[in-house]
């Protein structure tokens, strides 16, 4: 199978680079904004017109959550219009599109996980360009993939495990929120589910949305013990760092944060046969490609 990746050098692109390589059932394209801008659509037709794929996946995203608010332009030229580019490149040449999405469409107000046919109501600008690019490419290329997640973290890029890991460094104490809850998502799991969705898709393959997350939920204190934990037992924290839980109002941010982020994943385990992982699997794994960077 041909793949061709868009935003190849974020965390979610980075992981389905390492895992294409190791799959001789892939040849790919990996293509970074360098390469190729989404909202760019001249550049999105040309490269399209040199190469030939089975199926395109898009990694990239506007993803500066708070930066949005004040970058209204920029985070929907990227998540709506770059969406759009590239749903109107699949129509053409009549190849499925795989698209990430979030739980940020919701509005977090929930008490039980979110279903793919729940209402959405995102809060802010990320979450909103993030949903009008899901409407584009549902409304432009039949064939489509949208699978949102949440709360993703690996050894690449900017995310809340290295986030912790770096304040760990002069820190013996930290002050975690505690009243969020979602559920942690090895970037690399993502990109295993989504290879797995490539060889699955079928003439039976049902388009649409599907929710993919880790299978425990949490809060962003009790995930930070976990990470302190683990980082200790596996030889990268030297010293024990103590959590305390703190309500959101304590940590003020300029977009805000869903309460509740928990994904219903039952739709995607019946259709592709993937699993949700447990986080006391996929952290040792992420962790472990971190310290092998650090070495
Ligand atoms: N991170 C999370 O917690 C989270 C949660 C839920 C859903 N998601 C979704 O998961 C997907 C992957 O996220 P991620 O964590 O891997 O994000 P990321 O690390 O920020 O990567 C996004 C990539 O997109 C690239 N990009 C930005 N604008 C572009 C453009 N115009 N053309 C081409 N590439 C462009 C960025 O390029 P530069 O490297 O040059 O900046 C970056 O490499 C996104 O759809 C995101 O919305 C993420």
């Not at 039952?266 to 986080?279: G, S, T």
């Amino acid at each position: 199978m041909n793949v061709l990746l868009t935003g190849a050098n974020g965390q979610l692109g980075r992981c389905l680079v390492d895992r294409l390589q190791q799959n001789d059932r892939f040849k790919f394209t990996a293509l970074d904004r360098q390469s190729l801008d989404i909202s760019d659509i001249d550049q999105v037709k040309a490269i399209v017109a040199d190469t030939e794929h089975d199926i395109i996946i898009n990694a990239a995203a506007y993803t500066g959550v708070d930066k949005a608010e004040t970058d209204v332009e920029n985070a929907r030229r990227v998540n709506e219009i770059g969406a759009a580019n590239l749903a109107e490149i699949a129509k053409n040449l009549g190849v499925p599109l795989i698209h990430v999405s979030t739980d940020y469409v919701f509005d977090g107000h929930a008490d039980k996980p979110y279903t793919e046919t729940d209402s959405t109501g995102p809060t802010g600008v990320y979450g909103q360009t993030k949903l009008a690019g899901e409407a584009v490419i549902q409304s432009i290329c039949p064939k489509h993939i949208i699978l949102r997640t949440a709360w993703v973290y690996s050894e690449y890029g900017s995310n809340f495990v290295k986030t912790m890991l770096r304040l760990a460094e002069t820190r013996d104490e930290l002050n975690v929120v505690e009243d969020q809850t979602g559920c942690p998502t090895y970037a690399g799991d993502i990109a295993d589910t989504i290879l797995k969705i490539c060889l699955g898709i079928s003439t039976d393959t049902k388009w649409g949305i599907y929710h993919y997350v880790g299978a425990i939920q949490c809060t962003w204190a009790e995930f930070a013990r976990t990470i302190f934990r683990e980082a200790e037992t596996l030889g990268i924290l030297a010293r024990k760092i103590v959590v305390h839980g703190i309500p959101s109002s304590a940590y003020p941010t300029q977009a805000e944060r869903p309460k509740y982020s928990v994904l219903d994943c039952r739709k995607v385990v019946n259709a592709f046969d993937v699993l949700p992982i447990e986080l006391k699997q996929s952290l040792p794994r992420m962790l472990e490609a971190f310290k092998r960077q650090q070495d």
